[in-house]
């Protein structure tokens, strides 16, 4: 999967019990676009999930961030840090910079990913 350039079933986080293990897990980082939490998941690929609340704007605007958001991390996930669950929180500011967002998913998950096996070799 190491060149696959889909977004695949498997990558993506449906169920309330892997958000709320991400959220948990309090490995965060922000920026004005986007929040991103990271947990890892155990498994040799990394999931994505999003939360774009009402403030972002209305439905047709949520999902084009949404579709924006995806589109980000299909095209950068062969760059990012594997075995970790990713959900991205979009912020109102986000409605306006999709172009952006490919730039902060990837910053944001390398950040929040140092911060995590920061604290697995503290564990360990």
Request: proline residues 2%.
């Amino acid at each position: 999967m190491a060149g696959d350039r889909r977004f695949r079933k498997q990558e993506r986080l449906r169920l309330h019990g892997d958000f709320a293990h991400v959220f948990a897990a309090k490995r965060r980082a922000a920026d004005e676009l986007l929040v991103v939490y990271v947990a890892g998941n155990g498994l040799k690929w990394s999931r994505l999930g999003m939360s774009v609340g009402r403030r972002v704007g209305n439905a047709v605007t949520r999902n084009h961030l949404r579709r924006s958001i995806r589109e980000a991390f299909r095209t950068v996930k062969c760059d990012l840090p594997t075995g970790l669950d990713i959900v991205c929180v979009a912020r109102p500011e986000a409605r306006n910079s999709h172009r952006d967002i490919r730039k902060a998913l990837t910053k944001l998950v390398a950040k929040a990913a140092r911060r995590h096996q920061g604290d697995t070799s503290k564990n360990a």
